[in-house]
């Protein structure tokens, strides 16, 4: 028996078809968009919009947090730099008379004196090198040199004005003086001559403790999904993200 098919049936095959091919490639669009990570721009999408506007130094528990924070850092990174130095390299705190610097009052009580232009030395190279970081990672995802300028008593670095970062870009700028000035510090306290051993152990502490700020607020961004955008301000972070309809 044979069977005909009508022209009805083959048009609402080759619809059916047509439709699948569409969605196929309509998921491919969304799978590329998925997979391909956001970039810097100067140009905010037309889907999004503000979300908040985070500025740690009008929260009072904020700043009281960045403070215990930078104390906890000062200290635990300090006397872990000191204890790899000493592991790595314990030539160096005797050549340079370290273990003479501890003094031990008769009450059993203990300070260590040290020279007033080592911790200088090594705060002015924070204040400058830490924001110089933040600088370069900010220049490397925007492609736009950003602006330094004085603060108070320190360096201060804004990204260019304009741009918006995608959150995990912002959280790498956040966190990279911590990490790559420990790194750096830890392989230079084996080559650096003994002299600059000191102001080396100072600058890795000082700088972790100059991070406080920074980890806090990486830590607020966390709460925010990767596809939002992060506007630098003079005191703060803008955050921008998508709004479905």
């Not at 004005?161 to 870009?169: D, I, K, W």
């Not at 506007?231 to 993200?241: E, L």
């Amino acid at each position: 028996m044979k069977t005909t098919v009508s022209p009805m049936m083959r048009w609402g095959d080759c619809s059916a078809e047509w439709r699948k091919s569409e969605r196929r490639e309509e998921m491919k669009t969304t799978e590329k968009k998925v997979l391909q990570p956001l970039q810097a721009t100067t140009t905010l999408p037309a889907n999004y919009r503000r979300q908040a506007s985070l500025d740690l130094s009008k929260s009072s528990k904020a700043v009281v947090g960045a403070i215990v924070s930078g104390i906890v850092l000062l200290i635990t990174v300090g006397w872990s730099f000191l204890q790899f130095t000493n592991l790595v390299r314990p030539t160096a705190l005797d050549a340079m008379g370290f273990h003479d610097l501890l003094t031990i009052t008769p009450n059993g009580g203990a300070s260590i004196t040290i020279p007033f232009q080592v911790p200088l030395i090594a705060l002015v190279l924070v204040m400058l090198i830490h924001e110089l970081v933040h600088g370069l990672f900010y220049w490397r995802f925007a492609g736009q040199r950003p602006t330094f300028d004085i603060k108070g008593l320190g360096v201060y670095v804004a990204a260019p004005s304009e741009v918006y970062f995608p959150r995990n870009q912002y959280l790498v700028v956040g966190i990279a003086p911590l990490v790559l000035l420990t790194l750096v510090g830890l392989l230079l306290v084996t080559i650096v001559p003994v002299a600059l051993v000191p102001i080396l152990i100072l600058f890795v502490a000082f700088n972790a403790a100059g991070a406080a700020g920074d980890l806090l607020m990486v830590a607020r961004l966390l709460s925010y999904s990767p596809d939002t955008l992060m506007q630098d301000n003079d005191s703060g972070v803008i955050v921008y993200g998508p709004e479905y309809s």
